[in-house]
Protein backbone atom coordinates (compact mmCIF):
# COMPACT_ATOMS: atom_id res chain seq x y z
CA UNK A 1 0.00 0.00 0.00
CA UNK A 2 1.32 3.56 -0.94
CA UNK A 3 2.08 5.73 2.11
CA UNK A 4 1.20 9.04 2.07
CA UNK A 5 4.04 12.08 2.13
CA UNK A 6 2.15 13.09 5.85
CA UNK A 7 2.82 9.20 7.03
CA UNK A 8 6.46 9.07 5.67
CA UNK A 9 7.01 12.71 7.72
CA UNK A 10 5.94 11.06 11.10
CA UNK A 11 8.35 8.11 10.49
CA UNK A 12 11.11 9.63 10.32
CA UNK A 13 10.46 12.22 12.85
CA UNK A 14 10.30 9.19 14.91
CA UNK A 15 13.41 7.65 13.61
CA UNK A 16 15.23 11.08 14.56
CA UNK A 17 13.98 10.81 18.45
CA UNK A 18 14.88 6.89 19.06
CA UNK A 19 18.22 8.08 17.21
CA UNK A 20 18.21 10.67 20.29
CA UNK A 21 16.68 8.32 22.82
CA UNK A 22 18.54 5.09 22.27
CA UNK A 23 22.17 5.97 20.93
CA UNK A 24 24.66 3.11 20.01
CA UNK A 25 27.92 2.69 18.30
CA UNK A 26 25.97 2.02 15.13
CA UNK A 27 23.51 4.74 13.90
CA UNK A 28 21.83 2.36 11.99
CA UNK A 29 21.61 0.01 14.76
CA UNK A 30 20.26 2.97 16.42
CA UNK A 31 17.13 3.94 14.82
CA UNK A 32 16.37 -0.22 14.94
CA UNK A 33 16.78 -1.68 18.10
CA UNK A 34 16.20 -1.34 21.65
CA UNK A 35 18.56 -3.22 24.62
CA UNK A 36 17.30 -4.09 27.61
CA UNK A 37 20.31 -2.60 29.16
CA UNK A 38 19.07 0.79 27.00
CA UNK A 39 15.91 0.53 28.89
CA UNK A 40 17.00 0.55 32.63
CA UNK A 41 19.15 3.63 31.62
CA UNK A 42 16.39 5.64 29.98
CA UNK A 43 13.79 4.37 33.03
CA UNK A 44 16.34 5.58 35.52
CA UNK A 45 17.47 8.75 33.96
CA UNK A 46 13.74 10.24 32.73
CA UNK A 47 10.80 8.03 34.53
CA UNK A 48 7.96 10.36 36.62
CA UNK A 49 8.84 7.56 39.51
CA UNK A 50 12.41 7.90 39.32
CA UNK A 51 12.40 11.86 39.45
CA UNK A 52 10.13 11.52 42.29
CA UNK A 53 12.43 8.78 43.96
CA UNK A 54 15.09 11.82 43.72
CA UNK A 55 13.08 14.61 45.38
CA UNK A 56 11.99 12.34 48.21
CA UNK A 57 15.70 12.60 49.17
CA UNK A 58 15.49 16.10 48.69
CA UNK A 59 12.83 16.31 51.02
CA UNK A 60 14.04 14.46 53.84
CA UNK A 61 17.42 16.61 53.57
CA UNK A 62 14.70 19.82 53.62
CA UNK A 63 13.55 17.98 57.00
CA UNK A 64 17.05 17.66 58.28
CA UNK A 65 18.02 21.29 57.80
CA UNK A 66 14.41 22.07 59.92
CA UNK A 67 15.78 19.48 62.16
CA UNK A 68 19.05 21.60 62.38
CA UNK A 69 16.89 24.65 63.10
CA UNK A 70 16.85 23.71 66.69
CA UNK A 71 19.80 24.59 67.42
CA UNK A 72 20.18 28.03 65.74
CA UNK A 73 20.91 30.83 68.17
CA UNK A 74 18.27 32.98 68.76
CA UNK A 75 17.86 36.72 68.94
CA UNK A 76 15.17 38.72 70.71
CA UNK A 77 15.12 41.94 72.66
CA UNK A 78 11.69 42.77 75.29
CA UNK A 79 10.97 46.62 74.84
CA UNK A 80 8.36 47.78 77.35
CA UNK A 81 7.18 51.34 79.00
CA UNK A 82 4.39 52.41 81.54
CA UNK A 83 3.32 55.90 81.93
CA UNK A 84 0.34 57.04 83.89
CA UNK A 85 -0.91 59.54 85.36
CA UNK A 86 2.05 62.14 84.23
CA UNK A 87 4.18 59.62 86.47
CA UNK A 88 6.49 57.05 84.14
CA UNK A 89 6.63 53.66 85.69
CA UNK A 90 9.10 52.19 83.77
CA UNK A 91 10.93 52.21 80.75
CA UNK A 92 12.65 49.06 79.50
CA UNK A 93 15.25 47.70 76.81
CA UNK A 94 16.18 43.89 77.13
CA UNK A 95 18.09 42.45 73.70
CA UNK A 96 19.36 38.83 74.24
CA UNK A 97 20.90 35.82 72.31
CA UNK A 98 20.48 32.27 73.26
CA UNK A 99 22.50 29.76 72.19
CA UNK A 100 20.99 26.44 72.39
CA UNK A 101 24.08 23.12 72.60
CA UNK A 102 23.70 19.47 72.00
CA UNK A 103 23.36 18.51 75.53
CA UNK A 104 20.49 20.06 76.44
CA UNK A 105 22.32 23.44 77.69
CA UNK A 106 21.35 27.05 76.73
CA UNK A 107 24.15 29.63 76.99
CA UNK A 108 22.65 33.37 76.94
CA UNK A 109 23.61 36.47 77.01
CA UNK A 110 22.31 40.01 77.10
CA UNK A 111 21.94 43.24 78.58
CA UNK A 112 19.16 45.75 80.24
CA UNK A 113 18.56 49.32 80.86
CA UNK A 114 15.43 49.91 83.21
CA UNK A 115 14.75 53.54 83.90
CA UNK A 116 11.95 54.76 85.73
CA UNK A 117 10.58 56.33 89.02
CA UNK A 118 8.33 53.17 89.74
CA UNK A 119 10.47 49.83 89.03
CA UNK A 120 10.18 46.52 90.66
CA UNK A 121 12.94 46.17 93.17
CA UNK A 122 14.25 43.54 91.79
CA UNK A 123 15.14 45.04 88.91
CA UNK A 124 18.91 46.81 88.74
CA UNK A 125 17.85 50.10 87.57
CA UNK A 126 20.01 51.75 85.06
CA UNK A 127 22.47 49.41 82.61
CA UNK A 128 23.27 46.24 83.27
CA UNK A 129 24.28 42.48 81.39
CA UNK A 130 24.23 39.37 82.11
CA UNK A 131 25.70 36.14 81.19
CA UNK A 132 24.21 32.48 81.97
CA UNK A 133 23.33 29.11 81.46
CA UNK A 134 20.34 26.94 81.82
CA UNK A 135 21.00 23.15 82.42
CA UNK A 136 18.80 20.29 83.08
CA UNK A 137 19.45 18.07 85.61
CA UNK A 138 16.96 15.35 85.23
CA UNK A 139 14.65 15.22 82.29
CA UNK A 140 16.16 16.57 79.14
CA UNK A 141 19.35 15.67 80.32
CA UNK A 142 20.91 12.65 78.47
CA UNK A 143 17.50 13.15 75.41
CA UNK A 144 15.37 16.15 74.46
CA UNK A 145 13.21 16.68 71.10
CA UNK A 146 15.98 18.69 69.72
CA UNK A 147 18.34 16.44 70.04
CA UNK A 148 15.85 13.52 69.25
CA UNK A 149 14.52 15.50 66.15
CA UNK A 150 18.02 15.90 64.68
CA UNK A 151 19.33 12.59 65.39
CA UNK A 152 15.79 10.92 63.33
CA UNK A 153 15.81 13.24 60.60
CA UNK A 154 19.42 12.29 59.85
CA UNK A 155 18.11 8.82 60.05
CA UNK A 156 15.12 9.73 58.05
CA UNK A 157 17.77 11.21 55.41
CA UNK A 158 19.61 7.85 54.82
CA UNK A 159 16.38 5.69 54.81
CA UNK A 160 14.69 7.81 52.00
CA UNK A 161 18.25 7.44 50.25
CA UNK A 162 17.65 4.19 50.74
CA UNK A 163 14.23 3.74 49.65
CA UNK A 164 14.96 5.53 46.75
CA UNK A 165 17.12 2.02 45.57
CA UNK A 166 14.19 0.25 46.86
CA UNK A 167 11.97 2.15 44.37
CA UNK A 168 14.11 2.48 41.41
CA UNK A 169 14.60 -1.49 42.29
CA UNK A 170 10.82 -2.60 41.85
CA UNK A 171 10.51 0.05 38.90
CA UNK A 172 13.12 -1.66 36.68
CA UNK A 173 11.70 -4.91 37.63
CA UNK A 174 8.61 -3.66 36.08
CA UNK A 175 10.27 -2.11 33.39
CA UNK A 176 12.18 -5.72 32.78
CA UNK A 177 8.78 -7.25 32.61
CA UNK A 178 7.78 -5.47 29.99
CA UNK A 179 10.55 -5.11 28.12
CA UNK A 180 11.08 -9.12 27.89
CA UNK A 181 7.06 -9.21 27.30
CA UNK A 182 7.95 -7.23 24.29
CA UNK A 183 11.25 -9.21 23.21
CA UNK A 184 8.67 -12.16 23.18
CA UNK A 185 5.88 -10.79 21.21
CA UNK A 186 8.05 -9.11 18.37
CA UNK A 187 9.85 -12.54 17.36
CA UNK A 188 6.53 -15.10 17.63
CA UNK A 189 5.71 -12.30 15.11
CA UNK A 190 8.49 -11.99 13.29
CA UNK A 191 8.38 -16.35 13.06
CA UNK A 192 4.98 -16.09 11.88
CA UNK A 193 5.65 -13.19 9.52
CA UNK A 194 7.95 -15.36 7.84
CA UNK A 195 5.89 -18.82 7.94
CA UNK A 196 3.04 -16.57 6.40
CA UNK A 197 5.54 -15.45 3.27
CA UNK A 198 6.80 -19.42 2.96
CA UNK A 199 3.41 -20.51 2.49
CA UNK A 200 2.61 -17.94 0.19
CA UNK A 201 5.28 -18.87 -2.01
CA UNK A 202 3.87 -23.04 -1.57
CA UNK A 203 0.89 -21.95 -2.41
CA UNK A 204 1.60 -20.68 -5.80
CA UNK A 205 4.21 -23.57 -6.48
CA UNK A 206 1.17 -25.89 -5.56
CA UNK A 207 -1.57 -23.87 -7.48
CA UNK A 208 1.28 -24.16 -10.67
CA UNK A 209 1.69 -27.69 -10.12
CA UNK A 210 -2.08 -28.53 -10.01
CA UNK A 211 -2.46 -26.31 -13.23
CA UNK A 212 0.50 -28.58 -14.86
CA UNK A 213 -1.81 -31.83 -13.71
CA UNK A 214 1.37 -32.12 -11.04
CA UNK A 215 -0.92 -32.24 -8.04
CA UNK A 216 -4.15 -33.08 -6.76
CA UNK A 217 -6.80 -29.99 -6.28
CA UNK A 218 -7.23 -31.00 -2.62
CA UNK A 219 -3.60 -30.00 -2.31
CA UNK A 220 -4.68 -26.68 -2.86
CA UNK A 221 -7.45 -26.86 -0.46
CA UNK A 222 -4.60 -27.78 2.38
CA UNK A 223 -2.11 -25.12 1.43
CA UNK A 224 -4.64 -22.46 1.44
CA UNK A 225 -6.20 -23.83 4.52
CA UNK A 226 -2.21 -23.65 5.77
CA UNK A 227 -1.69 -20.57 4.18
CA UNK A 228 -4.92 -19.18 6.23
CA UNK A 229 -4.20 -20.68 9.60
CA UNK A 230 -0.67 -18.76 9.62
CA UNK A 231 -2.21 -15.31 8.41
CA UNK A 232 -5.42 -15.83 11.34
CA UNK A 233 -2.50 -16.08 14.28
CA UNK A 234 -0.02 -13.49 12.09
CA UNK A 235 -3.49 -11.11 13.11
CA UNK A 236 -2.77 -12.35 16.59
CA UNK A 237 0.57 -11.95 17.07
CA UNK A 238 1.02 -8.26 15.36
CA UNK A 239 -1.95 -7.19 18.05
CA UNK A 240 0.29 -8.67 20.65
CA UNK A 241 3.23 -6.96 19.36
CA UNK A 242 1.90 -3.79 19.31
CA UNK A 243 0.06 -3.98 23.01
CA UNK A 244 3.31 -5.06 24.10
CA UNK A 245 5.29 -2.29 22.51
CA UNK A 246 2.30 0.09 24.25
CA UNK A 247 3.35 -1.54 27.88
CA UNK A 248 6.59 -1.09 27.54
CA UNK A 249 5.77 2.86 26.28
CA UNK A 250 4.53 3.32 29.55
CA UNK A 251 8.11 3.14 30.94
CA UNK A 252 9.84 5.25 28.20
CA UNK A 253 10.01 8.95 29.05
CA UNK A 254 12.06 11.77 27.62
CA UNK A 255 14.34 14.07 29.32
CA UNK A 256 11.82 16.89 29.21
CA UNK A 257 9.54 14.50 31.13
CA UNK A 258 7.07 14.22 27.74
CA UNK A 259 5.68 10.71 27.51
CA UNK A 260 7.37 8.55 24.32
CA UNK A 261 5.46 6.02 22.52
CA UNK A 262 7.86 3.32 20.74
CA UNK A 263 7.10 3.08 17.02
CA UNK A 264 7.24 -0.33 15.60
CA UNK A 265 9.84 0.24 13.45
CA UNK A 266 12.27 0.14 16.74
CA UNK A 267 12.93 -3.72 17.55
CA UNK A 268 14.90 -6.22 19.62
CA UNK A 269 18.95 -6.57 18.76
CA UNK A 270 19.64 -9.34 16.80
CA UNK A 271 21.49 -11.28 19.29
CA UNK A 272 18.46 -10.71 22.00
CA UNK A 273 19.25 -14.12 23.10
CA UNK A 274 23.02 -14.13 23.98
CA UNK A 275 23.48 -15.74 27.53
CA UNK A 276 26.86 -13.85 27.54
CA UNK A 277 24.43 -10.31 28.44
CA UNK A 278 24.22 -12.19 32.16
CA UNK A 279 28.18 -11.88 32.50
CA UNK A 280 28.04 -8.98 35.10
CA UNK A 281 24.71 -10.43 36.86
CA UNK A 282 25.26 -12.36 40.64
CA UNK A 283 23.65 -15.38 39.56
CA UNK A 284 25.30 -17.64 42.98
CA UNK A 285 22.82 -18.44 45.05
CA UNK A 286 24.80 -18.81 48.24
CA UNK A 287 26.26 -14.77 47.09
CA UNK A 288 23.10 -13.89 46.47
CA UNK A 289 21.62 -14.95 49.90
CA UNK A 290 24.71 -13.30 51.49
CA UNK A 291 23.69 -9.57 49.38
CA UNK A 292 20.09 -10.06 50.80
CA UNK A 293 21.19 -10.45 54.28
CA UNK A 294 23.50 -7.63 54.34
CA UNK A 295 22.35 -4.97 51.82
CA UNK A 296 18.98 -5.67 50.53
CA UNK A 297 17.13 -1.77 50.19
CA UNK A 298 14.17 -3.29 52.05
CA UNK A 299 15.99 -4.74 55.60
CA UNK A 300 17.70 -1.53 55.29
CA UNK A 301 15.12 0.52 55.81
CA UNK A 302 13.76 -1.62 58.56
CA UNK A 303 17.16 -1.09 60.29
CA UNK A 304 16.67 2.53 59.93
CA UNK A 305 12.98 1.74 61.52
CA UNK A 306 14.72 0.62 64.20
CA UNK A 307 17.10 2.94 64.44
CA UNK A 308 14.84 6.01 64.70
CA UNK A 309 12.55 3.87 66.80
CA UNK A 310 15.25 3.63 69.60
CA UNK A 311 15.75 7.37 69.63
CA UNK A 312 11.88 7.99 70.46
CA UNK A 313 12.05 5.16 73.36
CA UNK A 314 15.10 7.05 74.66
CA UNK A 315 12.98 10.22 74.67
CA UNK A 316 10.13 8.67 75.97
CA UNK A 317 12.09 7.39 78.88
CA UNK A 318 12.67 11.19 80.02
CA UNK A 319 9.07 11.37 80.69
CA UNK A 320 10.02 9.27 83.57
CA UNK A 321 12.70 11.52 84.67
CA UNK A 322 11.77 14.45 87.19
CA UNK A 323 12.19 17.75 85.33
CA UNK A 324 15.03 19.65 87.51
CA UNK A 325 16.17 22.76 85.88
CA UNK A 326 18.98 24.85 87.01
CA UNK A 327 19.63 28.81 85.66
CA UNK A 328 22.36 30.54 86.72
CA UNK A 329 23.50 34.50 85.53
CA UNK A 330 26.37 36.25 86.16
CA UNK A 331 26.03 39.90 86.58
CA UNK A 332 27.91 43.22 85.47
CA UNK A 333 27.02 46.69 86.13
CA UNK A 334 27.94 48.33 82.00
CA UNK A 335 26.47 46.53 79.06
CA UNK A 336 30.30 44.27 79.12
CA UNK A 337 28.64 41.25 80.52
CA UNK A 338 31.71 39.41 80.96
CA UNK A 339 33.92 42.20 83.21
CA UNK A 340 34.28 41.69 86.48
CA UNK A 341 33.99 37.74 86.00
CA UNK A 342 37.26 36.38 87.46
CA UNK A 343 36.93 38.86 90.30
CA UNK A 344 33.69 37.15 91.68
CA UNK A 345 32.86 33.61 92.82
CA UNK A 346 30.42 31.65 91.65
CA UNK A 347 28.15 32.47 94.15
CA UNK A 348 29.81 35.14 95.70
CA UNK A 349 28.52 38.33 94.25
CA UNK A 350 27.01 39.55 91.35
CA UNK A 351 24.93 36.85 90.41
CA UNK A 352 21.27 35.19 90.15
CA UNK A 353 20.07 31.76 89.99
CA UNK A 354 17.31 29.74 90.22
CA UNK A 355 15.73 26.30 90.27
CA UNK A 356 12.59 24.23 89.28
CA UNK A 357 11.90 21.05 90.12
CA UNK A 358 8.46 18.86 89.35
CA UNK A 359 7.20 15.44 88.51
CA UNK A 360 4.20 13.97 88.26
CA UNK A 361 2.97 11.51 91.00
CA UNK A 362 1.88 8.55 89.02
CA UNK A 363 3.79 8.97 85.93
CA UNK A 364 0.66 7.63 83.91
CA UNK A 365 1.62 9.25 80.77
CA UNK A 366 5.69 8.39 81.06
CA UNK A 367 4.95 5.16 81.66
CA UNK A 368 2.18 4.60 78.82
CA UNK A 369 4.57 6.51 76.27
CA UNK A 370 7.34 4.26 77.11
CA UNK A 371 5.86 1.08 77.01
CA UNK A 372 4.30 2.10 73.39
CA UNK A 373 7.41 2.73 72.30
CA UNK A 374 8.89 -0.70 73.28
CA UNK A 375 6.26 -2.19 71.58
CA UNK A 376 6.28 -0.27 68.34
CA UNK A 377 10.26 -1.58 68.17
CA UNK A 378 8.96 -5.17 69.02
CA UNK A 379 6.62 -5.63 66.41
CA UNK A 380 9.22 -3.67 63.70
CA UNK A 381 11.46 -6.61 63.92
CA UNK A 382 8.92 -8.80 63.92
CA UNK A 383 8.13 -7.37 60.67
CA UNK A 384 12.08 -7.48 59.67
CA UNK A 385 12.09 -11.29 60.25
CA UNK A 386 9.30 -11.98 58.08
CA UNK A 387 10.61 -9.59 55.81
CA UNK A 388 14.16 -11.41 55.57
CA UNK A 389 12.62 -14.83 55.41
CA UNK A 390 10.34 -13.86 52.27
CA UNK A 391 13.15 -12.54 50.51
CA UNK A 392 15.15 -15.55 51.48
CA UNK A 393 11.89 -17.56 49.88
CA UNK A 394 11.62 -15.52 46.52
CA UNK A 395 15.39 -15.59 46.00
CA UNK A 396 15.61 -19.59 46.11
CA UNK A 397 12.62 -19.91 43.97
CA UNK A 398 13.29 -17.24 41.04
CA UNK A 399 17.06 -18.89 41.05
CA UNK A 400 15.43 -22.34 41.04
CA UNK A 401 12.93 -21.32 37.90
CA UNK A 402 16.62 -19.36 36.29
CA UNK A 403 18.52 -23.02 36.56
CA UNK A 404 15.46 -25.07 35.72
CA UNK A 405 14.82 -22.52 32.54
CA UNK A 406 18.50 -22.78 31.50
CA UNK A 407 17.95 -26.78 31.59
CA UNK A 408 14.41 -26.60 29.53
CA UNK A 409 16.17 -23.90 26.75
CA UNK A 410 18.71 -26.83 26.27
CA UNK A 411 16.17 -29.21 25.46
CA UNK A 412 13.80 -27.34 23.95
CA UNK A 413 16.87 -26.29 21.55
CA UNK A 414 17.35 -29.65 20.38
CA UNK A 415 13.86 -30.24 20.10
CA UNK A 416 13.46 -27.79 17.46
CA UNK A 417 16.16 -28.81 16.04
CA UNK A 418 14.88 -32.83 15.65
CA UNK A 419 11.68 -31.18 14.36
CA UNK A 420 13.44 -29.14 11.53
CA UNK A 421 14.90 -32.11 10.37
CA UNK A 422 12.03 -34.46 10.38
CA UNK A 423 10.01 -31.16 7.94
CA UNK A 424 13.53 -31.27 6.07
CA UNK A 425 13.19 -35.12 5.37
CA UNK A 426 9.71 -34.97 4.74
CA UNK A 427 9.96 -32.27 2.59
CA UNK A 428 11.85 -34.29 1.26
CA UNK A 429 9.85 -37.46 0.39
CA UNK A 430 7.39 -34.88 -0.56
CA UNK A 431 9.87 -34.03 -3.94
CA UNK A 432 10.01 -37.12 -4.45
CA UNK A 433 6.28 -38.29 -4.59
CA UNK A 434 6.63 -39.93 -1.38
CA UNK A 435 4.75 -38.27 0.99
CA UNK A 436 1.92 -35.47 1.45
CA UNK A 437 1.32 -31.75 1.80
CA UNK A 438 -1.03 -32.63 4.53
CA UNK A 439 2.66 -34.79 6.59
CA UNK A 440 4.81 -31.51 5.58
CA UNK A 441 2.33 -28.96 6.84
CA UNK A 442 2.15 -31.11 10.24
CA UNK A 443 5.27 -31.38 10.29
CA UNK A 444 6.05 -27.32 9.59
CA UNK A 445 3.51 -27.25 12.20
CA UNK A 446 5.32 -28.63 14.70
CA UNK A 447 8.17 -26.35 14.15
CA UNK A 448 6.35 -22.98 14.42
CA UNK A 449 5.20 -24.81 18.02
CA UNK A 450 9.05 -25.77 18.90
CA UNK A 451 10.12 -22.37 17.71
CA UNK A 452 7.58 -20.31 19.90
CA UNK A 453 7.80 -22.35 22.85
CA UNK A 454 11.91 -21.82 22.42
CA UNK A 455 11.44 -18.21 21.96
CA UNK A 456 8.56 -17.73 24.87
CA UNK A 457 11.25 -20.00 27.35
CA UNK A 458 14.06 -17.76 26.28
CA UNK A 459 12.83 -14.22 27.13
CA UNK A 460 11.25 -15.52 30.84
CA UNK A 461 14.80 -16.81 31.26
CA UNK A 462 16.31 -13.46 30.55
CA UNK A 463 12.87 -11.67 32.79
CA UNK A 464 13.40 -14.42 35.87
CA UNK A 465 17.36 -13.41 35.88
CA UNK A 466 16.22 -9.77 36.39
CA UNK A 467 13.85 -11.10 38.52
CA UNK A 468 16.70 -12.53 40.61
CA UNK A 469 19.06 -9.48 40.46
CA UNK A 470 15.52 -7.92 41.95
CA UNK A 471 14.62 -10.11 44.64
CA UNK A 472 18.23 -9.29 45.78
CA UNK A 473 17.96 -5.71 45.10
CA UNK A 474 20.51 -5.21 43.08
CA UNK A 475 18.21 -3.76 39.93
CA UNK A 476 19.56 0.10 40.64
Do not use: C
Amino acid sequence: MKRQPMRTIVIQLALLVATALFGSASAQDSTRTLSGAQVLELVRKYHPVARQARIHVDKAQADLLVARGGFDPVLGAYVARKRFGGVEYYDRASPEIVIPTWYGIEVYSGIDNYTGERLDPTMSKGQSSFIGASIPLGKDLLMDKRRANLKQARIFTSMAETEQRLYINDLLMDAMEAYWGWVSSYNLYQVMRTAVAINVERMEFVRKAFGNGERAAIDTVEALSQLQSFQYQETQYRMQFRNAGLALSSFLWTESGAPYNLPETISPPAAWDDPHMLKDMELDLNALLTIVENSHPALRVYDYKLRALDVEKKLKFQELLPKADFRYNHLSKGYNAFSGISESAFLGNNYQYGFKFEIPLRLSAGRGEYRKAGLKIMETRLDLAQKQLDLQLKIRQYHNEYAILKEQISLQTMNYANYQKLLEAEQTRLNNGESSLFLVNSRENKVLEAQQKLIELKAKFFKTAYAVQWTAGLLN
